[in-house]
């Protein structure tokens, strides 16, 4: 069968299952848009490109499969940059296609020609620029495996027009064959065997989670062990829902704005086993002050992240499910679970009382403001913990890190890595477009969510009840702590003075907006908001100089933390 180059482009799009797309026309990807509407592929057209890859970002997130968008060539891609560094940096797997001026005008500097190959190179797992239409179908099945296996990541196909409108025999690969390219899946006998005679040896274990337990769909190996031999859990940002927030051995995050009692353990561990997480210094403060006790395991499907940041012990190169699922076949042949769970009740006991002590907390209202943690806390009880959450970066992301209990994987959309402001909004939009009947909500700052704000009109016209609750201080409310703690609060541009007016710009889109400034109207207004059929923004007046605590200053040891 004979294709165009945009024929065979959504031809493959449909062999790899994909539903739905984001994304924004423009001269280079016309041809692609013109067969748009002969295949069975839906299209939200965004307002701006940094919303289409964080809505397919957000997409990926929320279901575990592959986020797809679809862009022009120069600022249409380059508009793009940060999504992907932003999907780059969380191991998400993304699919990007953008325009590219014809190939014989390549390096011509031709009308809105760049190198966006080169531009993207330290931020994408991998990129493509096809230059012959016979590829094409080769190059695509290659993009979704690389994006989907080993180490998820986002992967960028250049598409030059005139390759787009030549034509050719349209035949998809069934298979991926690449030489240079073999994720280590399966665990190493020998070094599964050595994690579990450290687990059996150990008396104080902590297991210290990540996102590549949530992107390998681990989350009930993971239950498995850690209740069988009564360890407990903290995790990064990234690995948030992977173990239940309400569970007796959760500690919460831990790290800089992570719990005292999941800082304490690391402390205080001798066997730290770390499960697809990377040492982020977000997460180890001073490096050689971090688990300084502790034996450290490492399992990690990408080798190069071991060793990197934290000197390990023992690595273990696998997929965290199979290396989990390796684990219990190694440990339950001679598990006797009350023992485990004896010789474990003195430290998990311990690390229970140092939750006790300082649990997660903040003062009181004294001024009758409205405390943002006393909102977060209310959207948990309002969804029971039942919808996905979506967040801005800042004090909003921490608070909502730190306050919603997650309770399953894929129901927390944030930018850990790169900590991009914007990215809420449209994450959560590609969540909802996934989820159409899930109560999805972006929790938000005044500052970042103006940074997207734009795609309001792509929620109103998609019909995508996405809700958003602005914890609104007036200020780039992390940044002035940092200043008040650090530099004599000198509050230099970090005072958001003018501010549109967040209910009106709603309605101006179409939408709902609500205020709410007294705190005994928190749980009334959230819960008509949640339950409206529209996109909704809700503009909570908080407590102007509310800071997130604990905390541990940048490049300080875990052992230093500020509390309350
Ligand atoms: C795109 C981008 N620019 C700048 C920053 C630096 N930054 C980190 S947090 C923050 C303040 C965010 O303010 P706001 O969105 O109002 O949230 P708050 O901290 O008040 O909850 C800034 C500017 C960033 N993370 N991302």
Known sequence: MELTGAQALLKCLEKEGVKTIFGFPGG????????????????????????????ADGYARATGDVGVCLLTSGPGATNAVTGIATAYMDSIPVVIFTGQVPTPLIGNDAFQEVDIV???????????????????????????YLARSGRPGPVLVDLPKDVLQAKCDFDYPRNVRLRSYNPNLKPHVGQTRKVAKLLRDAKRPLIYSGGGVISARAHRELVWLA?????????????????????DLWLGMLGMHGTYAANMAVNNCDLLLAI????????????????????????????????????????????????????????????????????????VGQVRS?????????NASTTGA???QYVVEKIYEITKGDAIIATEVGQNQMWAAQFYRFKSPNTFLSSGGLGTMGYGFPAAMGAQKAFPDKLVIDIAGDGSIQMCIQEMATVVCNNLPVKIVILNNGYLGMVRQWQELFYGKNYCQTCMDAQPDFVKLAEAYGAEGYRITDSKDVESVLREAFASPKPVIVDVRVEREENVYPMVPAGASLAEMLLV
Not at 28 to 55: C, K, M, S, T
Not at 354 to 362: D, I, N, V
């Open 370 to 372: 409205i405390k943002p």
């Open 118 to 144: 080169g531009i993207t190179r330290p931020c994408t797992k991998h990129n493509y620029l096809v230059k012959d239409v016979k590829d094409l179908a080769r190059v695509v099945k290659q993009a979704f």
């Open 354 to 362: 140092w939750a006790s002590e300082h649990p997660l907390t903040y």
């Open 227 to 247: 209740r069988r031999l009564n360890v407990p859990v903290t995790s990064t940002l990234m690995g948030l829902g992977a173990f239940p927030g309400d569970d």
């Open 276 to 347: 697809g997480a990377r040492f982020d210094d977000r997460v180890t403060g001073k490096v050689n002050t971090f688990a300084p006790k502790a034996t450290i395991v490492h399992v990690d499907i990408d080798p190069t992240s071991i060793q990197k940041n934290v000197a390990v012990h023992v690595p273990l190169v696998a997929d965290c499910k199979s290396a989990l699922a390796a684990l219990k076949e190694e440990l339950e042949p001679d598990l006797d679970v009350p023992a485990w769970q004896a010789k474990h009740a003195d430290w």
């Open 28 to 55: 280079a990807v016309i041809d692609i848009y013109d067969e748009l509407p002969n295949f069975p592929v839906e299209h939200i057209l965004v307002r701006h490109e940094q919303g289409a890859i964080h809505a």
